[in-house]
Nanobody
Framework: VQLQASGGGLVQTGGSLRLSCVAS????????IGWYRQAPGKQRELVAR???????NYKDSVKGRFTISRDNAKNTVDLQMTNLKPEDTGTYYC???????WGQGTQVTVSS
């Protein structure tokens, strides 16, 4: 399985973006898939994760603003981001967590 992330870009504070992660293989048997981000000079952090049954967890700072979803039939995991803030800036990665399989990142920049 390989993961391909897309959807990043430059937005103003308060704007929205939808990130998409497409797997080259089937994801239905991958339990947890997460979105991580890394800001310049900072460690990578887990932003959101979703289990195979649709159970979700979010970093406190994005609760109510970000929504993670998955479509096992389409082998996709999306991250809808709303009310974006400058501190959301970073490179976002989708990850098949129990496989420690990382896709390439997509850059999100939120201007103030």
């Amino acid at each position: 399985v390989q993961l391909q992330a897309s959807g990043g870009g430059l937005v103003q504070t308060g704007g929205s973006l939808r990130l998409s992660c497409v797997a080259s293989g089937r994801i239905f048997n991958i339990n947890e898939i997460g979105w991580y981000r890394q800001a310049p000079g900072k460690q990578r952090e887990l932003v959101a994760r979703i289990g195979s049954m649709g159970n979700t967890n979010y970093k406190d700072s994005v609760k109510g603003r970000f929504t993670i979803s998955r479509d096992n039939a389409k082998n996709t995991v999306d991250l809808q981001m709303t009310n974006l803030k400058p501190e959301d800036t970073g490179t976002y990665y989708c990850v098949a967590m129990e496989l420690n399989l990382w896709g390439q990142g997509t850059q999100v920049t939120v201007s103030s």
